[in-house]
């Protein structure tokens, strides 16, 4: 799956700054990172901060232990900049299993196997298989409006927090009382976006996973 968001892209660099920066501004805000996947379900990150508590639980003993308390109030920035591009790629195969076995067993299919992107069936169904993989496949990364959806999500989680007048649409400007961002341009990204023929890839015998 990885290796078809990147080639989804001619420039995938850009989709990764745009998800990193992502990253900074709602940890800068305070804010989970939160986005909505092809199958309905709503993935919410928020990695809280720890708080390194030191101990002497004997007044005879000199030994001291750290305990680590999670600090509800607090994002931990690093973790929730370096785990959203896994997690949103890791959430998007989670996406494509849902709308596979949907599909599988809407057929009337009922025998499969799968262990995260690695699927096993009985002989006779892996043409079926193979067929229902790309569909779900092509489903997701055929939708261009998938990533202006995502875009449009963190918009609105900043505004459910901060209130409507905390975003400027045309300027794409964040204020609150003590902080001013710039959200980064979706349409950089997509501007990028290759011209691939679906109907091609439904005749291929080939799945990049």
Excluded at 41 to 64: C, M, N, T, W
Excluded at 130 to 156: M, P, R, W
Aim: proline share 4%; with cysteine; aromatic share 12%.
């Amino acid at each position: 799956m990885i290796l078809f968001l990147i080639f989804f892209f001619k420039a995938p660099s850009l989709l990764l700054d745009y998800l990193t920066k992502i990253g900074e501004i709602c940890t800068k805000l305070n804010i989970p990172i939160v986005w909505v996947l092809p199958s309905g379900l709503i993935v919410k990150q928020g990695y809280l901060a720890e708080d390194e508590v030191r101990i002497k639980p004997f007044y005879y003993d000199k030994s001291r232990f750290v305990l680590k308390v999670t600090n509800p109030n607090v994002y931990n920035k690093n973790k929730q900049i370096r785990a959203f591009m896994p997690n949103l790629v890791h959430s998007l195969d989670g996406a494509s299993l849902a709308l596979l076995l949907d599909t599988f067993f809407k057929e009337g299919l009922k025998n499969i196997f799968t262990v995260h992107d690695c699927f096993a069936v009985t002989a006779n169904n892996i043409h079926s298989l193979l067929e229902f993989l790309k569909l779900a496949y092509i489903k997701i990364y055929s939708d261009k409006t998938y990533l202006q959806e995502l875009d449009k999500g963190i918009k609105q989680n900043i505004k459910y927090v901060y209130g409507n007048n905390s975003y400027d649409e045309d300027t794409r400007i964040i204020k609150t009382e003590n902080i001013e961002l710039e959200l980064p341009d979706i349409n950089v990204v997509l501007g990028h976006e290759p011209k691939l023929d679906f109907e091609r890839l439904k005749k291929s015998i080939y799945i990049l996973n």
